[in-house]
């Protein structure tokens, strides 16, 4: 595999062409501030950066897990919203962890407590750590990378990540300082130590 390195030098925005991304065959490092460009240029792309700097590229999702994903969002707004604890975000909203020493990410599913968000800016990438985050593995996704991701949330201190793998029915629990618990074919998921209340439940998720 081809690594190549963008350009450190620093661009004027205004006086530069848009870089645009071709990323057959290569692995490709930039900076925060080069993967931030890339983002603008590139708005159909979806993109993530690894702490090491790494561009991620990820596929589109397919309909099955887009459709899972669905209802998995909902399933957390609609709690969201008759508890009023805080706010819920989809897989659309980026975070900026760098200041953390994480990387750029965006989890399928993000909860962030109410009192947490007071004056905090939200118009751009989110520059706090979600209290709970989701990924749902889709067929196109790579098993180690999904999880190199969660570990990184749970370094970081995201109080509850899970990693919903329906390909092999299994749900891993993250937790801060904690051993990653993986559940078999689970029909729900208990996520009351963060958000009260909450059942998440598997139905036509696993």
């Known amino acids: 595999m081809i690594i190549a390195t963008a350009p450190s030098t620093a661009v004027d925005t205004q006086d530069t062409k848009p870089i645009l991304l071709d990323v057959t065959n290569t692995r490709l490092t930039v900076t925060s501030e080069q993967f931030d460009r890339l983002c603008l240029d590139n708005p159909n792309l979806r993109l993530e950066l690894t702490p090491n700097r790494e561009l991620i590229v990820m596929a589109l999702t397919g309909g099955e897990s887009g459709k899972k994903n669905a209802r998995l969002s909902s399933r957390v707004v609609v709690w969201n919203d008759e508890t009023d604890l805080g706010e819920v975000f989809d897989s659309s909203t980026g975070y900026d962890f760098t200041e953390f020493g994480g990387g750029k990410r965006s989890p399928d599913v993000s909860w962030i407590e109410k009192s947490r968000l007071e004056g905090q800016n939200i118009i751009g990438l989110i ?80």
């Open 127 to 206: 520059q706090i750590l979600p209290d709970f985050a989701i990924e749902l593995r889709s067929p196109t996704d790579n098993l180690s990378e999904v999880r190199a991701k969660m570990a990184e949330y749970q370094q970081l201190g995201v109080r509850l990540g899970l990693f919903i793998n329906p390909q092999d029915r299994q749900v891993e629990i993250y937790r801060p300082r904690q051993e990653v618990e993986i559940l078999e074919d689970p029909k729900s998921i208990d996520c009351n130590e963060v958000m009260p209340g909450l059942i998440l439940s598997m139905s036509k998720i696993l």
